[in-house]
């Protein structure tokens, strides 16, 4: 059961990206392929990703369903987040607790604010293309980790 202190974090529109291990896994064995003096590719850094953002929160919700578990209905604010983000790091860190607190403002941020980022010099300079779309990685993640819901 998920906690109850679980919390939607912003407006719940924001886009982020994801990607499937095995187009990882793929993007790296290209971007080796492509590592030859004077390449395109040398020296550069690519993002790789699905190349379509997702929303975070529908996304989220999509895990704890494939868990059968249900969805994150309570949601807080990004300023409130953040405020609470910054309290639990300096408790954290005056009680000298070793674990990560359960809210930072880094987190708060990246729940609450789309990132995702152009991988068309991915495509161009390394050929790469995700070969698992995301429903289809989701369907695999579903099979890999849980028990379909009774």
Not at 12 to 40: C, F, M, Q, R, W
Not at 54 to 64: M, P, S, T
Not at 118 to 147: H, V
Request: hydrophobic share 45%; proline share 8%.
């Amino acid at each position: 059961m998920p906690s109850r202190r679980n919390r939607r974090v912003g407006d719940g529109k924001n886009l982020i990206d994801t990607v499937y291990v095995e187009n990882a896994a793929d993007a790296h064995l290209l971007a080796a392929d492509a590592l030859l003096p004077g390449s395109a590719a040398a020296g550069r850094a690519y993002f790789i990703s699905q190349g379509e953002p997702v929303n975070c929160w529908q996304w989220i919700d999509e895990i704890l369903a494939l868990a059968g578990l249900p969805p994150v209905r309570k949601s807080i604010s990004l300023p409130a987040a953040r405020r609470m983000g910054a309290v639990f790091e300096i408790a954290y860190r005056l009680l000298r607790l070793g674990s990560e607190p359960p809210m930072t403002r880094f987190l708060a941020a990246q729940l609450a604010t789309s990132h995702y980022f152009d991988i068309s010099r991915a495509r161009q300079d390394l050929g790469y293309r995700p070969k698992i779309t995301t429903a289809e990685g989701m369907q695999r993640l579903a099979a890999a980790c849980w028990p379909p819901p009774s």
